[in-house]
């Protein structure tokens, strides 16, 4: 079972999509732990259109070579993960069962516990 990529703060968000963008380290990072930091941006892409978000490289099954992007919803961000649940309840899977609701959200998106 693949590991389960895990943002539990804010502050932790923010260090991420600032390297991503500008390559700064945060300064308070001890130097034993900025090779691992680095490893762990390099899991993600981000893209600042409206807002700054934050997609997971997933490579989908044999080929390697090949990954699509998935939006990461962090745990701390909960009013967002309530109204992605409940747009895809009621609208994208016509009010269906929660493994439909599930599965169609879990294609989309990606994060410890999607579904709340």
């Given at each position: 079972m693949p590991k389960v990529v895990q943002i539990e703060s804010e502050a932790e968000w923010n260090?991420?999509?600032?390297?991503?963008?500008t390559a700064s380290i945060p300064e308070d990072m001890p130097k034993s732990q900025?090779?691992?930091?680095?490893?762990?941006c390099s899991q993600?892409?981000?893209?600042?259109d409206p807002e700054?978000?934050?997609f997971?490289?997933?490579n989908d099954g044999d080929d390697?070579?090949?990954c699509r992007l998935r939006l990461f919803i962090p745990n701390f961000q909960k009013m967002r993960r309530k109204r992605i649940?409940?747009?895809?309840?009621?609208?994208k899977t016509g009010h269906g069962d929660y493994h439909k609701t599930y599965a169609q959200?879990?294609?989309?998106?990606a994060g410890k516990h999607v579904v709340i």
């Open positions: 260090s991420i999509i600032r390297y991503l963008k900025v090779s691992n930091f680095k490893r762990r993600f892409v981000v893209q600042e700054d978000a934050l997971l490289r997933h390697p070579g090949q649940i409940a747009e895809f309840h009621e609208d959200i879990n294609r989309m998106y």
